[in-house]
Structure formats: structure tokens, C-alpha cells
């Protein structure tokens, strides 16, 4: 099967040709993170949220909120906890968000890895997130060569998470 036919059955972009055809409107993050949701990419507008061990925010943003295709990207600040699992997974699918990027920490990973919204973090750590703390939503995120700006682009798939100021 050639392989303009295979792509034209997956959603259309690859992080990758993306990267060549637009090198200089590009920032890629750090290779570290791995996919742990359902679904193995996801493009859409960004939402950001800054937590230090407590996800009770990202709890309310996930399930109070329609997602219209957005991604969630989420610093925890590399802190010991998970903060998505199972039941925010859920949430997120539901309210038809596209996909959640964590600097940090997952749980529930065998039942998130089933649920049909992207999910890409640090890796996976048993504890849950314990302390209430505030939160800070809509703000400049920076972590692995990336700046965040909220209502800007984001791509992930396989081979990386890339940004953009506009949608490509």
C-alpha cells in the first residue's frame, strides 16, 4: 500500500513532516515522554495548568469543562505523584478533550492505554497526588526546550510533541 494511502486513513499530520516543512515555526520537546492513553496523537489548542502535588484543579478542569478538541498540558514540576489516571482519563474523554501532556507522572496505565484520548507524561509512578495546593491555570508553561503559551498549537504523535504559534 503506497504510503500516501495509509496516511489518508490516520489523522492527517505526522510531528515529523511537520518539522521539515516548518522548521523555523517549531518547537520540540524533550524526548522523554512516553504515550500512555488510548489514542497515539492528537493536534489541538493548548490549555495549561501548573500543579505542585495536587490534581484536585486539574480534577475540575477535566470534568467541569467541554474540551472542544483541546489539549491539556500539565507541570507538576517533576514531582513524585501521579496526577492523571483512570477516572481523569474518563473525564477527559467525555468532555472531548484531545489529549493531556504531563511533565511529570501516570497511573492507571493499562486502563488509561484503552481510553481514546492521547496521554503522554514522564513515566509512571503508583501515588497519587496528596496535598491541596493552588493551582495556576492559563499561564506561560516552560519545561523541556518548550514554552507553552496558552491557545497556541500543539502536535503529538509517536515520534514527538511539537508546537506551533498558529495551526499548521
Do not use: W
Request: hydrophobic share 35%; glycine share 8%; aromatic share 10%.
Amino acid at each position: 500500500m503506497p504510503l500516501e494511502s495509509i496516511r489518508g486513513d490516520i489523522m492527517d499530520f505526522f510531528t515529523a513532516d511537520i518539522c521539515d516543512e516548518n522548521s523555523d515555526k517549531v518547537q520540540v520537546l524533550n524526548p522523554q515522554y512516553k504515550s500512555y492513553g488510548g489514542a497515539n496523537k492528537c493536534q489541538g489548542e493548548i490549555i495549561t495548568i501548573k500543579l505542585f502535588e495536587d490534581n484536585g484543579a486539574l480534577v475540575s478542569l477535566l470534568r467541569d469543562n467541554q474540551g472542544d478538541g483541546k489539549i491539556v498540558v500539565v507541570d507538576v514540576q517533576g514531582d513524585y505523584c501521579a496526577v492523571v489516571g483512570d477516572k481523569l482519563m474518563g473525564f477527559a474523554h467525555k468532555n472531548n478533550f484531545a489529549g493531556i501532556v504531563v511533565n511529570g507522572y501516570v497511573r492507571d496505565t493499562l486502563t488509561t492505554a484503552t481510553i481514546p484520548v492521547a496521554l503522554y507524561a514522564l513515566g509512571t509512578y503508583p501515588f497519587k497526588s496528596q496535598k491541596k495546593a493552588d493551582a495556576e491555570l492559563n499561564s506561560t508553561l516552560e519545561f523541556g526546550n518548550v514554552k507553552f503559551t496558552p491557545n497556541e498549537y500543539i502536535y503529538c504523535d509517536v515520534d514527538g510533541i511539537i508546537t506551533t504559534k498558529s495551526k499548521i
